[in-house]
């Protein structure tokens, strides 16, 4: 891992293998090794550029007002520019969806094909209850319980009972990194506020979206309803997983996005 310049912020990257360039956005959790079995594997084909969000892990942490989906697509963007990167595959999930969101909407010149995993398109009810719930926890309980409440809506039961050291992971590397309390509000604000629903039918970027029956953080209906709102792109709904669905089973996810990829590389 190492820290990069990008101008107007500096943030933690890592890069692995050679090829067609492969950006990972993670979630809310906002750690670049979120996505390390997917980097493991996809390096061997593909130059992987994993980042900690803006506020999380590594990278530095903006003051309060600047926390938004759109910023950290901007990010980005930055990035890209500072590697030399015109285009690039890019997955998102969860919260890193909402960013290739606007990625997409706003620079869909800089993409080759976006994969959503497990995201959503503006937050309803449910969602909001969900980070309400979290952002309550920050705030009155502290960091740890924060870290450890969040795991339980990631995770899901499943993974805590056949994955828990995928788990701990995660988990150990929150809390050696975790920014304060206001910073961990104003992140989960963010994917509160995230809202480029009317947008969406302008997303003209080859898609694959990747939801989850089981996903109690972000309902499987939301991958429905970006798929009705991209013209073209191509829906999976697996059984079970949880929220963490590309964590839980890694190489199931793998193998899903593999012939997508290499379909849009015989396209070039």
Wanted: aromatic fraction near 8%.
């Amino acid at each position: 891992m190492a820290r990069i310049d990008v101008g107007h912020i500096t943030l933690n990257v890592e890069e692995a293998g050679e090829g067609p360039p492969f950006i990972f956005i993670p979630g809310l959790v906002g750690l670049l090794n979120a996505w390390q079995y997917q980097v493991a594997e996809f390096s061997k084909r593909y130059r992987c550029i994993s980042l900690d969000h803006r506020g999380a892990g590594d990278s530095d942490r903006p003051p309060l007002d600047q926390y938004s989906t759109e910023a950290i697509a901007g990010d980005v963007i930055a990035l890209m520019d500072t590697l030399g990167i015109e285009k690039a595959h890019v997955a998102g999930t969860s919260t890193g969806g909402a960013i290739l969101q606007n990625l997409a909407i706003d620079h869909p010149d800089r993409l080759r094909c976006c994969i959503f995993s497990n995201t959503w398109t503006k937050a309803d009810e449910y969602v909001r209850r969900v980070q309400t719930a979290r952002k309550q926890i920050a705030l009155a309980n502290g960091q740890e319980a924060y870290v450890k409440v969040s795991s339980l809506f990631t995770n899901g039961a499943l993974q805590f009972r056949y994955n828990l050291d995928r788990v701990m992971e995660i988990e150990k590397r929150s809390l050696e990194t975790i920014a304060p309390p206001e910073i961990l509000a104003a992140r989960l604000d963010m994917t509160m506020n995230h809202d480029r629903l009317d947008e969406l039918h302008k997303i003209r970027n080859p898609s694959l979206i990747i939801g989850t029956r089981d996903d109690a953080t972000v309902p499987f209906y939301f991958s429905e309803d970006l798929h009705a709102a991209i013209e073209g792109s191509r829906l999976i709904l697996v059984e079970e997983g949880g929220h963490y669905s590309f964590r839980r089973h890694s190489d199931e996810w793998n193998a899903l996005v593999s012939p997508f990829l290499a379909e849009m590389e015989d396209k070039v």
